[in-house]
Structure formats: C-alpha cells, structure tokens
C-alpha cells in the first residue's frame, strides 16, 4: 500500500512540476533561475495538498531541485536538436550553392578556354603561380610549369620584356598589355591585371585571331558582295521589288518598281511613299502577313495606264516585309489562249469519229467524246460521274464487249502499264461481236493516260482485200505476154515481171536489186542504143513535174519491133510496158502498102471518070442539040418510024446525060470544089418539082405518089436545086425498086431545127450485107427488082445532104420495103458557123 502511495506521489510531483514550468516557460522565466527559495512562494498553494501526499518541506525541495535540472536537460536537449536541424538545413543550403558555383565556374572556365591560352595567377604573398590552359600550343610541351621559363619559347628580347612586367605587376599592381613574338615567330598577346589580391596574367597566340579576323573579314567581304549582287540583281530584273519598315513606310525599291508605280525615279518613290498595290489589296497583303508570315496573290495592277496581271509574293521579317510582283500578263493571257485551246480541242475531239478518253493521275475519266460513249455504249450518267479505269474495264467485261482473256486481271495490269509508260502504244482488240478496235494508249505528260479507239474493222477487211488483190495483179503481170517494169521517183527499178527480164535478156536477180534506169539502160543497150529514145524514157522516169505518158515504138537490132507506153503512177513512179509488136507492124506494113496502092488505084478512077465525063459530055451535047433540031417541025416532017427512033435517041441521051452530070458532081465534091447557092427553099414546091420530073415513070409503071406535106410547112434556108436532086434521086430510086401498081410515099416534116423528108417504097428491101454499101459509088444492087443503074443516085444524096450539114439514114425490111430519110437543118448560117 505505501509502495502505491509512493508511485502516485512522485507522478503527481512530476505533472505539478511540468504544469508550472510549463506555464513559467510560458512566461518567458528561465529555468536556471528555479530554486527552493524562489519556488517556495509559487507553491505555497500547493501546500495542503503535500501535506494530503504526506509529503515534507525538504522532501518538496530536493524533489523541486532534481525535478527543476530534469526540465533544464529536457530543454537543452530540445534545443541542441533545434540547432542541429538547423545546422544542416544551412549545411544542404551551402552545398547547393557551392555545386552551383562550381558549376558556373566550369562554365566560365569553358568560356575562357574557348580558344588556345595560359592564365598564370600569383596569389598575394605567394611566389608559386597556378597554371593553367593549354600550355603545349605555346611551349609545345604539356609540363605546365615550362610556361614559367620565358626565354625557351619566346624571343630573346620578348622574354627580358616579359619578365619586366610580370614583376613590376606582382610588386606595384601595374597592369600591362605586351604583343611579342615567340621564338617560333608567331605573335603572342600578353595581358597582366591585379584581380582580388591576385596577380593574373593572360597568354593566348594571336594566329589564331588574326585568323578568325581574316575569316570574318573574308565573310564579311562576301557579304557585301553578295548584297550588292543582290542589289544589282534587284535592279536589273524586269519586276517591282520593295522592301517597307513596320510602320508601312517604303524602305527600299528597285526601277521597276519606280516605273510601275509612276514615279520619277527610286528615291522619289520612297519619299513620296508611292505605292504599287492599290488600297484593298494593300490591306489583304498586311493583314495575310500578320496572320502568316507569306502572302501570295494574282493582282491587278494599271502600269503605264494599262491593266495588267502580276504575281505579288510579301514575306514578312522581323515586323518589316519585302515583296516583289512578277508581270504575268503574257502568262495570263497564254494560259487563257491554252484554255480556250483546250476547250477548241475538246470540241474537235467531240467531233471525231475516233473514240477519246483521257483518264488523270487517278485513273479517273476525265473526259470522253460521243464517239467513245456510242463505241461501248455506255450510260451518259456513268461516264459522268468521274468512274476509274477499272470500273469502266468491268462493266465492258461484264457486258462483253471486251477480248476474251485467259487472265483477265493479268491483262488489265498490263494495260494499266500505260500510266508509267513514256512512249505510246498500240494494240488491236477483236471484240465478241466481230468488230475489230485499234488502241492507241498515250500518257500524258501531266499524268494518266489517254485512250484513242477506232473501228478498223472495215479497214482490215480492206487491207485483206487488198493483199488478195496486190496478189492477183502480181500473178496477172508475172503471166502478161507485154513487158512491164515500174521505176520509181528515185529512178530504181521496184516492180517487174518475166516478161520484162526475157525481152531484154536481163538476169532476175540483178532486177531484184532495184538497179537505176542508167544502169537498165546500160545493160539494154546491146539491143537497142538510140540515144534520143533512152533520153525520152529516162526524163520521163525522173522528171518531176509536167508528168503525161509518151509512146514510143523502138526498132531493136535484132529486127524485132517494140511498143513502148510510159505512163505516170499517182505515187510519183513510172511504168514502163514493152509490147512486141513485131507481127503486127509486118503486117501494118503489108496493108499500108495494100492500102497505098488501093487509094492510088481509087486516084486513077476517079481521074479516069472526070477525064471520060468530060470526054463524053461535049459530043453528047452536040447529039442532044441535033436531036432536038431534028425534032422541030420548023427542020420539016418526020416519018412516024423516024419521030420514033428521034424520041428513044433523045431519052437515051437525056439520060446519059443526066449520069454525066451526076458523076461530075460527085467529082467536084470528092475533089472539095462543090459549092451551094444557099436561099430561102419552099418546101412543097421543092417536092412538086421532084415529082414531076417523076411523072413519066410513075406512069409508065403504074405506080401510085403520095404526098404527106402540112400545107403550112413553110421554107427553109439551102440550095433549092440541089434539094430538087436529092429528092428526084430518091423518088427515082423508090420508083426502080418499087414493084407495079404500088404505090410510094413522100412525106416532109418540120422540127426545131431540122426539116426532115422521107421517101418509103415498097419493094423487095434491102439485105443487111448490102445496106452499108448503098451509098458506095457505082454499088447497084437489083435484088430482084427493076432496077437497073449506075449506082449514083444515093451517093450522090448523101453528099448533097451531108454537105448541107444534115445526114441521111436507111431503113429496111426484107420483104416489106425501104425508107431513107434526109435531115436538113433549118439554119445554114448556124451549120457554118460550128463547121468554122
């Protein structure tokens, strides 16, 4: 029990203890001070309750004294922890700033080392330096310290220099600044200066320097340069430069600029701050700069009171902005020209017959013509709406319009192979349909490919047609009987056939190297050399214009005869035939020669004829004039039997007569002597003077004349007397052909331009081997009739008509009868005028 008591006492002593010192260091009091006579009167208080404790007075003292030096260490302890904190939150503090010291001392030692150099520092009051830098570019050794001995690096006099001012700066501070020479001869700046009790003097070469300013001044050099350069080209370009500060105010322009903007000259421009640009462009230019640092525009700008277009391009630098416009108006007005050509072509593609389609770089249709639409016979809609190369080659697979392929995939990849070709190529596709396309597939330079499709399927069928013809005509000349060689406008021999090579006796082979018509010439020569007629082939082989075919016919020396043709080929060459005419100008020859002695024969008669004409006519005039006299009853009677034989005497005569007459005619028209006594002709009375010179034989043979003339038939113009003739020789003849009590007809009629007569009979008819010789002279054919003549009648017709300018034709009907009908043309005068 009184263990407890003790327990619970010294812990109450001990919380009194910590209330009061607490409350006292509260106060501020100092625990040093706490002693049994200063604490007494604090605890007088307390003293009722210590005697509850059973505590006493002293046992209250040493127990405040132990419990006042327990509060004492407590404290102390408190504080020296207080202080060792703080001690290293000073010590972290100092070491940061240390590192970071030392870290800018690096830097700086960097800095100062940057370049080959020595500092030797003397502290104050010390004789050994520090050294330090690269002491081997000076000395060429690393030992520091042979920094220190002057005299073995730099010249005798430098080093004595040196050592001068050292000490004069170690002993008074002086400072100095030497330029030496090291024994090497390279300069050396020394620097000496008195730094925080410290002697520091700085070595460094100054090659190196020297160096750096060489280059620097090399740099700067070609920086002026390069800026008058620029400024040169500046100023010798054709387009406005500027240059403007950040206020907006003109810093710099060139003489385009000051020609543009209409001022006098550059510093006039900049001093009255003219400018190119007008207000609103101006203000897009300054507001895209300071958004961007570019701008780029097409303007327009009126220079010299023209409109025209520049390319304006600003950088801004710094606040400030340099631009320059770059006159694009030709490119303007060529790129517009380009468009509208573009626009022509597509236009003329739309127009071709060739299908067109032009795919970009994305293998997208960019264009396509009708032609191409109505080829595949794809939708207007889907052509319109831009479907790649691909989809366009699927539908047309799809629909089968497309080449059958074994690899349809592999196929369209090749043909895709386009798009990175750089020449053009071309192909044929035969369709499921039987149509036959040419492709040409082309890139183009921009990208992508464009397609051309034409229907050659007509073409190739010509093509087949035409081999098969160039083959048959091949065959036909290889097979021709006539020589034929073709030279073409160069003058070598393209085309022959054996005929050729065997008339001329030439080797095939030869022919076959195209030799040049000299070289024929040459080698045909040995059968045929006139000079002249090789002269005439070779101009027409080789002559260029002036072009027409000359026939020539060449006697060769071995007595055979050719016919020669050269005739001009649309392709500007010629072809040459050689026909033996050999046997036919034989006989040419012969019937010439036939023919020669026929015409002189022919001569002979018909001077034979006008001699006996008028040998006959002169005497059988004089029997005609006696007979008449005879028959005049003025000469005294005759006797019935002499009246008789007086009569058939003067119709004999008559008659003789009448055929020498007729002969003569026909003489004098053969011999182009005939001349007509051309007049107004009365139609029917022409016919009644025919038909009564006709009476007395109509009579005597019973036969019956009809006249079918229109009573107003009127006249024409011709010679009246020989009308009368012709239509007397035709009753004449019609009369002698015409069988008794029969009957003939005469008939006239009137045309336009002609007036036509015809007499028909109707007698036996004449045979079709005759009826070309009716109009022979002295051709007389009875064909069983009573005719009987000379067979001058219708010659002597057919002259007097054709030399009215009319003709004259027969027509008959064995058995029936005969009409031969005269057409004289109305007007003489218009007859003579086309014979003119």
Not at 333 to 348: F, K, N, Q, V, W
Not at 397 to 402: E, P, Y
Request: proline share 4%.
């Amino acid at each position: 029990m009184s263990g407890v008591v003790a327990a619970m006492r010294r812990t109450l002593l001990s919380c009194t203890f910590l209330a009061h010192g607490g409350r006292a260091a509260a106060q501020g009091t100092v625990f040093g001070t706490i002693g049994l006579g200063l604490a007494q009167p604090a605890y007088a208080a307390d003293l009722p309750l210590l005697h509850f404790l059973g505590v006493n007075h002293q046992e209250f003292a040493v127990l405040t004294t132990a419990l006042s030096l327990l509060g004492f260490s407590v404290v102390a302890a408190i504080l020296l922890m207080r202080t060792r904190l703080r001690a290293a939150r000073i010590e972290t503090g100092l070491r940061g700033e240390i590192q970071g010291l030392q870290s800018e001392a690096d830097r700086y030692r960097a800095l100062l080392f940057a370049e080959p150099q020595v500092l030797i520092a003397w502290p104050a009051g010390e004789d050994r330096p520090e050294v330090s830098g690269d002491v081997s570019s000076l000395t060429g050794q690393e030992s520091a310290h042979r920094i220190l001995a002057f005299g073995t690096w730099l010249a005798p006099g430098a080093a004595l220099q040196m050592d001068h001012a050292i000490d004069s700066l170690r002993e008074n501070g002086e400072g100095f600044w030497l330029n030496l020479t090291a024994s090497n001869g390279t300069p050396v700046e020394v620097l000496g200066r008195a730094i925080g009790g410290q002697a520091v003097v700085r070595i460094r070469e100054l090659s190196s320097v020297r160096r750096e300013l060489a280059e620097t001044n090399h740099r700067l050099k070609a920086l002026l340069q390069e800026t008058e350069m620029l400024r040169g080209f500046a100023q010798a370009v054709p387009w406005p430069i500027w240059a403007k500060r950040a206020d907006g105010g003109l810093q710099y322009a060139n003489e385009a600029y000051a020609r543009a903007a209409d001022a006098a000259n550059i510093q006039d421009a900049i001093e009255r701050k003219v400018e190119l640009l007008d207000s609103g462009d101006r203000a897009d230019m300054e507001r895209a700069l300071s958004e961007a640092a570019t701008y780029s525009a097409r303007l327009p700008v009126v220079v010299a009171g023209e409109r025209r277009f520049y390319d304006v391009q600003a950088l801004n630098i710094g606040g400030s902005n340099v631009g320059m416009a770059v006159d694009v108006s030709e490119a303007n007005a060529l790129s517009d020209s380009l468009a509208r050509m573009m626009e022509g072509h597509r236009r003329t593609l739309d127009q071709l017959s060739s299908g067109v389609a032009v795919f970009d770089g994305r293998r997208r249709l960019a264009f396509y013509n009708d032609s191409y639409r109505r080829l595949w016979g794809l939708d207007r809609v889907f052509l319109d709406s831009n479907p790649d190369d691909s989809s366009v080659l699927d539908r047309l697979r799809a629909a089968r319009k497309l080449p059958e392929q074994p690899d349809f995939r592999a196929w369209k990849v090749k043909l895709h192979e386009a798009y990175r070709a750089v020449e053009a190529e071309k192909d044929t596709w035969y369709l499921p349909d039987g149509r036959a396309l040419s492709v040409v597939t082309t890139p183009n330079p921009e990208g992508g490919v464009t397609y051309l499709f034409d229907d050659v399927t007509e073409s190739l069928d010509l093509a087949r047609r035409f081999d098969g013809l160039i083959r048959v005509q091949r065959e036909t000349l290889d097979n021709l009987a006539e020589a034929v060689a073709v030279f073409g406008s160069n003058g070598r021999a393209q085309l022959f056939n054996p005929a050729f090579a065997t008339m001329w006796k030439l080797s095939a082979e030869a022919l076959g190297e195209e030799p040049h018509i000299d070289t024929v010439e040459t080698w045909c020569k040995p059968l045929f050399d006139d000079a002249q007629t090789w002269r005439v082939i070779r101009e027409a082989v080789t002559r260029i214009g002036n072009r027409v075919a000359v026939p020539l016919k060449l006697e060769r020396k071995d007595g055979s005869v050719l016919d020669c043709m050269t005739m001009p080929l649309p392709d500007g060459a010629t072809m040459l035939t050689f026909q033996d005419i050999t046997d036919t100008e034989n006989v040419e020859r012969a019937l010439r020669e036939r023919n020669e002695a026929l015409e002189t024969a022919d001569q002979m008669k018909v001077d034979f004829v006008h001699h006996v004409s008028y040998e006959l006519r002169s005497p059988l005039t004089t029997i005609i004039g006696f007979a008449h006299l005879l028959n005049d009853p003025t000469t005294g009677p005759l006797m019935p039997k002499q009246a008789e034989y007086l009569n058939y005497i003067t119709a004999s005569t008559n008659s003789l007569f009448a055929l020498i007459n007729n002969i003569l005619d026909l003489a004098s028209i053969d011999a182009g002597a005939m001349t007509l006594e051309i007049g107004p002709v009365d139609i029917r009375k022409a016919i009644e003077n025919a038909a009564e010179g006709i009476q007395d034989r109509l009579a005597h043979n019973h036969i019956e004349l009809k006249i079918e003339v229109d009573p107003n038939i009127g006249s024409f113009v011709a010679d009246g007397g020989r009308v009368v003739q012709v239509l007397y020789n035709l009753l004449a003849n019609a009369v002698g052909f015409s069988p008794q009590d029969s009957a003939i007809t005469l008939s006239a009629r009137r045309t336009d331009h002609h007036v036509v007569f015809a007499v028909t009979d109707r007698g036996p008819g004449i045979p079709p081997e005759v009826k070309d010789k009716v109009f022979d002279w002295f051709e007389s054919h009875s064909n069983g009739s009573r005719h009987r003549g000379a067979g001058l009648g219708l010659p002597l017709v057919k002259s007097f008509v054709e030399l009215h300018g009319g003709r004259v034709r027969v027509d008959s009907v064995i058995g029936k009868g005969t009409t031969v009908t005269c057409d004289f043309p109305i007007d003489q005068a218009a007859h003579r005028n086309a014979a003119e």
